[in-house]
């Protein structure tokens, strides 16, 4: 049998040195050498160079086909099943009597959009302790701390709308309506330092108190 040789591309022919219509193996060749970050043959008339290059990829090919091969055999035989569905989580309590567990806030910050809903669900246990009807009003109290302005806080977030006005409408004891009123916050410049639990250095008013342990 005559020993095969590989032709070298023609003028005109797509070839691996940028010619026109170039053969499939030529392209792949090409390809796989971009994959693995090979330094590519430039255009030259140098048959060894260019028949070492298509060797290299052929050889590439090769032990991937055989690989494939091998895995096959080995593979067990029988059916093959696909990883378990995730389960559904339980619906969002919409209740706004029901008090709200860490695990439900962190739910039901996820289902409004918070990208980090761990610490969302921190700082609205500890701002409400999981109560949608929570209600924090200091209008008219003369005894508040220096420096201290009142606040009409209301919801799981506690939401001041003294502060944000814009919520006033709102019916902020309906927990999915507060916990879009906290992401709006959340996702101002201040970000969680709208919340004093966020800002203080006292542990036993902190939202650290409700973070998981690292």
Do not use: C
Not at 93 to 106: A, G, K, N, V, Y
Not at 128 to 147: E, F, I, M, Q
Not at 187 to 197: E, F, L, T
């Amino acid at each position: 049998m005559a020993k095969a040789e590989l032709a070298k591309p023609q003028n005109g022919s797509l070839g691996l040195f940028g010619e026109q219509n170039g053969s499939a193996a030529e392209a792949h060749a090409l390809a796989l050498a971009r994959e693995r970050k090979l330094p590519l043959p430039k255009k030259s008339d140098d048959d060894g160079l260019w028949t070492f290059f298509l060797m290299g990829a052929g050889f590439g090919l090769i032990s991937f086909f055989a690989g494939r091969q091998s895995a096959s055999r080995s593979a067990p035989s029988g059916p093959t099943f696909g990883p378990s569905p995730e389960p559904e989580p339980p619906p969002v309590p919409s209740d706004r009597t029901h008090t709200f567990t860490l695990s439900e806030l962190r739910q039901l910050a996820a289902a409004a959009g918070f990208q980090d809903p761990v610490t969302a669900a921190a700082i609205a246990m500890a701002e409400s302790s999981g109560r949608p009807w929570a209600v924090k009003d200091t209008r008219g109290r003369t005894d508040l701390p220096p420096h201290t302005s009142p606040e009409l806080s209301i919801g799981l977030w506690q939401i001041n709308v003294l502060v944000h006005p814009t919520f006033a409408s709102w019916d902020l004891k309906d927990p999915a309506q507060n916990a879009h009123a906290a992401l709006i916050l959340a996702m101002s410049p201040n970000n969680w330092r709208h919340w004093s639990v966020y800002t203080t250095s006292d542990p036993t008013q902190s939202y650290k108190r409700f973070m998981p342990a690292v």
